[in-house]
């Protein structure tokens, strides 16, 4: 069983910046990946970042390549999400993914089995 926490989330201005982290304990077989999702009020979830636990490769959506960096700290076990240059149209609860299915693609939110309670970004104008 894993369970994630996230935290970090907030109030700011367009171009400011937060650090969501998610703080990871369980074992699965499968935890070679962790992504951040993103979901706003009458939008579907989207993948936002994912990090490979073991190469460290990471991937991006388009609306936040060159703003946001995902990172890890494998002696923590907790994935970053640095996200700088915010805009208005980051707000959105945050939520931290685990435990892709092997081969599935990393920004589709049904290859996840596990989920954290998600963490509010609200970005002003």
């Known amino acids: 069983q894993v369970r994630l926490i996230e935290s970090g989330g907030g109030s700011v201005q367009a171009g400011g910046s937060l650090r969501l982290s998610c703080a990871r304990s369980g074992y699965t077989s499968r935890g070679r990946f962790m992504a951040w999702f993103r979901q706003a009020p009458g939008k579907e979830r989207e993948g936002v970042a994912m990090?490979?636990?073991?190469?460290?490769?990471?991937a991006y959506a388009d609306s936040v390549k060159g703003r946001f960096t995902i990172s890890q700290d494998n002696a923590k076990n907790t994935a970053y999400l640095q996200m700088n240059d915010l805009k208005p149209e980051d707000t959105a609860m945050y939520y931290c993914?685990?435990?892709?299915?092997?081969?599935?693609?990393?920004?589709?939110?049904?290859?996840?089995?596990?989920w954290g309670q998600g963490t509010q970004v609200t970005v002003s104008s």
């Open positions: 993914a685990a435990d892709k299915r092997p081969g599935g693609a990393w920004d589709v939110e049904s290859n996840y089995n596990y």
């Open positions: 990090i490979s636990t073991s190469y460290g490769t990471t």
